[in-house]
């Protein structure tokens, strides 16, 4: 058998290796049935609220959607197609970096199974972007209960477009990559030291926010608030609506730098002994001051929009509450990355409902589950 035939009847290993963590997690919630169903039953009421809510928004504003697509169709159209092939894009481009200059890139198989697996990736996110688009111009159609001009092809651009992107930004993101400029870090900085009054953990923090604060994801964000302005808008509302979105972009950077370095120090330190506290201690300032400054920001905005002080401070406090107990479980379970974000969703989902059935019980909840938190934070590593 000659090699070349040999290479094309090898297993993708990537797809392999995605197929065995999928029976992993399957095996481990059948060991935890009563776990598996509680979380289960979150996830069904957290899409379940989610399609809802879409759903309400869609028809509450049917006619306005329906008007801008028989009034600007070819602006709306390039609008959406711009934001689906910029997603797909920074996504290839992650892709063909991991495949070229990735710890497994050195194996002669990998680089065409992980581009193979992208692709993958690719046509199912651009599936479920079909689907929702369609979706939701059933939702418009059967709201108005009136004939938009050019049904079939909104239909058919909505089914096309994300098919389109995610096919095309695979070969658009080579070129990109074979130039010789220099790969840069995701953890770059001029001076990625600690200085005199800080840590090295705090110093990793900043480091990483310096390293993605401007890439390219960021930078696609920035297209967002431009969609978002509405039409006929004055320069001064543009310019501000374009201000506020950079700042929120920055401080979503930011917040995710200060907890994605969680699960990379506890990483690197597990071998190391040291105490539970004191790694917490090193790593909680950042965070607390990130998942702190939204809340306020957005208090004096409410503020000055002319709500009530009584109104706007609760809506500051909810959402600082609910970006704490995230924060605790990054900490709680840093050494079970993968786990965080389902288990977070839960919590928060259980607490907004049981905020929306009895409002009493709210900080109880919150109260309960931050204690817990916390308490299992200062156990791991002992």
């Given amino acids: 058998m000659s090699p070349a035939s040999d290479s094309n009847s090898t297993p993708n290993l990537v797809i392999r290796a995605q197929g065995m963590a999928a029976r992993n997690i399957v095996a481990r919630f059948l060991e935890r049935p009563a776990l598996a169903g509680l979380l289960g039953l979150m996830s069904v009421l957290t899409l379940g609220i989610t399609v809802f809510l879409i759903h309400t ?7 306005e959607i329906s008007d801008a697509l028989s009034r600007w169709p070819l602006l709306i159209w390039i609008a959406l197609g711009f934001l689906c092939f910029s997603m797909h894009l920074t996504s290839a481009r992650r892709a063909h970096t ?4 990735g710890w497994m890139a050195a194996l002669p198989q990998m680089p065409k199974a992980m581009m193979t697996w992208r692709r993958v990736q690719a046509v199912t996110i651009a599936l479920l972007q079909s689907v929702s688009l369609i979706g939701a111009l059933l939702i418009v159609e059967f709201a108005t209960r009136s004939s938009t001009p050019h049904w079939g092809l909104h239909l058919f651009l909505a089914a096309a477009i994300p098919m ?4 095309s930004s695979g070969w658009l993101a080579r070129p990109a990559l074979s130039g010789s400029r220099p790969h840069r870090s995701e953890f770059r900085s001029g001076k990625p030291s600690a200085d005199a009054g800080g840590s090295v953990p705090r110093a990793w923090q900043w480091a990483s926010y310096r390293g993605k604060r401007w890439d390219r994801e960021a930078r696609w964000s920035l297209a967002i608030p431009f969609v978002l302005v509405p039409v006929g808008a004055s320069p001064l509302l543009v310019a501000v609506i374009v201000v506020i979105g950079a700042m929120l972009v920055q401080w979503q ?3 995710s730098a200060s907890l994605q370095v969680i699960h990379q120090a506890s990483a690197l330190i597990r071998a190391v002994p040291h105490q539970p506290w004191q790694f917490i201690r090193q790593l909680l300032p ?3 001051l990130t998942g702190t400054a939204l809340p306020a920001a957005i208090l004096v905005l409410l503020l000055v929009l002319g709500l009530q002080p009584v109104a706007a401070l609760l809506v500051g406090l909810a959402l600082w509450a609910a970006l704490m107990l995230h924060a605790a479980c990054v900490f709680a379970w840093r050494l079970e990355p993968a786990w965080v974000t389902l288990r977070s969703s839960c919590l928060l989902v259980a607490w907004i409902i ?8 709210a900080p109880v909840f919150w109260l309960a589950a931050m204690n817990a938190l916390i308490r299992r934070s200062l156990k791991i590593d002992r």
């Fill in 354 to 361: 049981l905020s929306q059935a009895l409002i009493w019980i």
């Fill in 57 to 63: 928004l869609l028809k509450t504003h049917a006619l």
């Fill in 286 to 288: 950042l965070v607390l």
């Fill in 98 to 101: 991991a495949a070229r200059e």
């Fill in 164 to 167: 389109v992107s995610a096919l």
């Fill in 253 to 255: 950077r930011l917040w």
